[in-house]
Nanobody, 114 residues
Framework: VQLVESGGGLVQAGGSLNVSCVAF????????MGWYRQSPGKGREAVAISGWDGERIIYLDSVKGRFTISRDFTKKTVHLQMNSLKHKDTATYYC????????WGQGIQVTVSS
């Protein structure tokens, strides 16, 4: 499965950004799909995950109420709308898709200036 990300960029604190990801696959079933992020010197953390059933959604505590994940199962896309961005949200954001194995996008930079 190839994951292609788009969006991201630079925004001032308090602003909004959107990142999107599309999965190009061989017809494999995509289970969980969502976003992780990694800042320099830190480990990768799950930001928002959409479960395979379309009902289970998990958010990192620090982004609850500010970020919204949406998913199109037919198009195999996932989007992350990020509002009220904070400097600490600065990171490389990675799209993730579970097809009985882990698949990762190349990463896209989100920078929030304070």
């Amino acid at each position: 499965v190839q994951l292609v990300e788009s969006g991201g960029g630079l925004v001032q604190a308090g602003g909004s950004l959107n990142v999107s990801c599309v999965a190009f696959d061989d017809g494999s079933m995509v289970y969980d799909m969502g976003w992780y992020r990694q800042s320099p010197g830190k480990g990768r953390e799950a930001v928002a995950i959409s479960g395979w059933d379309g009902e289970r959604i998990i958010y990192l505590d620090s982004v609850k109420g500010r970020f919204t994940i949406s998913r199109d199962f037919t198009k195999k896309t996932v989007h992350l709308q990020m509002n009220s961005l904070k400097h600490k949200d600065t990171a490389t954001y990675y799209c993730y898709a579970d097809t009985a194995q882990s698949n990762w996008g190349q990463g896209i930079q989100v920078t929030v200036s304070s």
